[in-house]
Every structure is written in structure tokens, then in C-alpha cells.
């Protein structure tokens, strides 16, 4: 709506010109004047499906002039349910690198699936001891039906890579993983030489995703929780990120976007989330805003981490609540529905894309609500409240 400042008002508007093949949609202009208001309002109000002159004649003659409370639609009625002009997720041409799929129920194989949907290339790292049974896997059709995208055809993963992100280089793994059998027959897993193999192999890439973690002594409370317990949580789960875009941000293309996932016990009392894995969480929290700065200025790319709420994931399951957790956040969430994988990995998607080109250094909360309240509402002290609730 455009007003010039003039002894009369003009307002555009558009008048709805069907034909049989197509719809025409022409501008016009009303005039309205101190003059001419009467007669002119009853073409407006017949074109625009405005119901009552009364309110807009009031607005009129108030000094200063507003038109804040008119609103003017017009629309054809053929056209009310057709489809809008969509805003879509477009990562054709994006080729991604998602650290921590080993198998097709968990955030990471979802982020893979989304970022595919919206045209990227995929390719994964997966761990070491879990990197056979996830090939075989796929090669035996067994994640075919986890597969399907929105179109119907099957995400395709152009490369596995074997990965261990405790390691940065071959000096820094000991002589026990070394010998270890369930690392028998692989080659080229620590974070500097998976690097060189993907830009050996593709170049560069445009998209990183960090989906892994791992909490040795994950069941114990923190103040049972030993150095060695702690410091691996903080290794595994937070350290391999600030490794991963380290060696990969020299290939990402400028413009490209990293993504890790998070959990709201960095900054909220999660009983049972122990063994220094709230403390990794946190750490990763507050390294994604320092590296979004780092990054961001030397490289041109984004940083940001997406606090996802529970998931029956195989991972998550071996934390052992992960089904109380899940009952929880049904009962006490602003949105009663138990979260999807895909949900995350949609947002994901949204984040590693054009549209997110401003967003760096966040934490996206995709928990259903869950993060945003204060008290457990299905607690009994609530019990007299009218707080609704789904059944």
C-alpha cells in the first residue's frame, strides 16, 4: 500500500480480471478525496471486500491522517486454494560431509536425508568399529525404505569414509587402538587424514555436519564421574567439532555453513546426563560462537549448533532414559507430539542454506517448545490449574 503525502489519498489496489485460460491480476488506483469519497469507497468496497465504510471515514478525518486499521484484500475465488509461490531450500550444486551416520534412525542419517531432499551430495563419516555393518547395510537394502526421499527416489551416499574424531593425526593414536581387531583392515580414520582423503577425492565441500558424541561413564553423576571419564566426554563430543572444521574449513567454499547438534542439559539440570557430557555440551555450545566468529571473518562461514530434544535413537538408548525423557517432554512441551528426526533435520537444511545467510553463532532449539519452560507442568502442584492438555 502506497500513500502519497496529497490533499487527496491514493491507495493501489488490485482488481481481480478472470479469462478462461488464465488469470489476470491488474493494478488500479482509488482515488479518494473530500469531494469524491462517497463514490469511490462503493467501487473500492465492491472490488476489495471491505464491509462496513465507517471505520475508514472516521480514519479519514482524524488529523493526522492513518489507514493503519483499513486492510484490503482482493483475491479471485478461484484462486484461494491455488498453492503460493514457494521459498524453497535449494542446496543443488552443495555437496555436505556428515560426521557420525552408522546407521538410518539417528540426527544425523535425518540431517543427511534433508540436506539430500534439497539437492546436496552426500557423503559420510562413519566410526571405525561401526563402519561395516552400516555398509553392509545399505549395500543389502536393508535402510532402502529409510531411504525414500520426498519425491520417491533414495538418498544416495556418494562416500563412506572410516572416521575416528578422537584422533587428530596417526601419532596421536596409541598402540592398543592400533592393534585393536575392530580397527583391523582400514586406513586414513584420524580427522587430518580423512580431510586430505575428501579433498583428494572431491576438492572441497560446502556443507559440515557434526553428529557425534560419546560420555564413557555417561551414567554416573558428575561428582562420581572420574578425570579420564570427563576428559573423554569432553574429547569426543566437543573437542573432534573444533578438530573437524579446523582441518575442513581450509576446503569448505566460501559462503558454507557448519552444523552441530546439541542438548539442553549445557545449560538446564538434566539427572542422569552425567559422566561430563552436560559439560561437553556446553563447551560445544561456547565454541560454536567463537568459531562462528573465527571462521565467519577468515573464511566466510557460518557456525551454528541446533539443541535438539529426545529421540529413540540407538545412541540415545544407551544413555538408558531416553524413553522418560521423551514422556516428559510430551507432558510438559508447548507442543504435545513427540519430535521427529525429520523436524531436525529440516532445520538443518534451512540452516546450511541460502535463506540462513545471516544466522551464525546460534543455538536453534528444535525441542519442541520444551527448552522455553520454567516448570514441569504435569507436576501434581498444578493439578487445579486449566492448563490444557491433549488426551
Known amino acids: 500500500m502506497a500513500v502519497a503525502a496529497t490533499p487527496s489519498i491514493r491507495m493501489a489496489i488490485i482488481n481481480p480480471c478472470l479469462s478462461s485460460s488464465r488469470k489476470v491480476f491488474m493494478s488500479s488506483t482509488a482515488s479518494f478525496s473530500s469531494e469524491s469519497k462517497e463514490a469511490s469507497w462503493t467501487r473500492l468496497k465492491s472490488s476489495s471486500h471491505i464491509l462496513s465504510s465507517q471505520p475508514f471515514f472516521q480514519s479519514l478525518t482524524s488529523v493526522p491522517l492513518k489507514l493503519t486499521k483499513v486492510v484490503t484484500k482482493a483475491m479471485s475465488a478461484a484462486n484461494e486454494n491455488k498453492p503460493l509461490p514457494g521459498l524453497p531450500v535449494d542446496l543443488r550444486g552443495k555437496r555436505a560431509f556428515i560426521a557420525g551416520v552408522a546407521d538410518d534412525n539417528g540426527y544425523g542419517w535425518a540431517i543427511a536425508k534433508s540436506l539430500a531432499a534439497a ?41 563412506i569414509y572410516p572416521m575416528d574424531a578422537v584422533y587428530d593425526s596417526p601419532e596421536d593414536v596409541p598402540e592398543d587402538v592400533k592393534t585393536n581387531k575392530r580397527y583391523a583392515g582400514t586406513s586414513k580414520w584420524t580427522v587430518q587424514e580423512l580431510v586430505e582423503s575428501v579433498k583428494q577425492d572431491f576438492g572441497s565441500i560446502d556443507i559440515l555436519v557434526h553428529s557425534l558424541a560419546n560420555g564413557p561413564e555417561v551414567s554416573k553423576p558428575l561428582l562420581e564421574t572420574s578425570r579420564y571419564g570427563y576428559l573423554a566426554a569432553i574429547s569426543a563430543s566437543s573437542y573432534s567439532y573444533v578438530s573437524l572444521l579446523k582441518h575442513f574449513v581450509p576446503i569448505m ?139
Open 119 to 159: 539437492g546436496a551430495e552426500i557423503i559420510v563419516g562413519t566410526w571405525v568399529p561401526a563402519l561395516n555393518i552400516f555398509e553392509s547395510s545399505l549395500r543389502r537394502g536393508k535402510f532402502d525404505e529409510s531411504r525414500v526421499l520426498p519425491d520417491g527416489s533414495l538418498m544416495e551416499i556418494t562416500k
Open 253 to 391: 567454499n566460501p559462503g558454507g555453513s557448519s552444523i552441530s547438534l546439541t542438548y539442553i542439559a549445557s545449560e538446564r539440570i538434566i539427572p542422569g546426563y552425567g559422566g561430563g557430557m552436560s559439560s561437553a555440551k556446553a563447551a560445544l555450545e561456547s565454541d560454536t560462537r567463537v568459531m562462528a566468529f573465527e571462521a565467519g571473518r577468515k573464511h566466510k562461514i557460518r557456525v551454528n549448533a541446533i539443541s535438539a530434544g529426545p529421540l529413540r535413537s540407538r545412541a540415545a538408548k544407551a544413555i538408558g532414559f531416553i524413553d522418560m525423557m521423551i514422556d516428559y517432554s510430551l507432558a510438559n512441551a508447548p507442543l504435545q507430539k513427540e519430535l521427529s528426526a525429520e523436524e531436525v533435520g529440516n532445520t538443518a537444511a534451512f540452516l546450511a542454506s541460502p535463506l540462513a545467510s545471516a544466522i551464525t553463532g546460534a543455538v536453534v532449539y528444535v525441542d519442541n517448545g520444551l527448552n522455553a519452560m520454567g516448570v514441569g507442568v504435569d507436576s501434581p502442584i498444578f493439578a487445579n490449574l486449566d492448563i490444557p492438555k491433549d488426551n
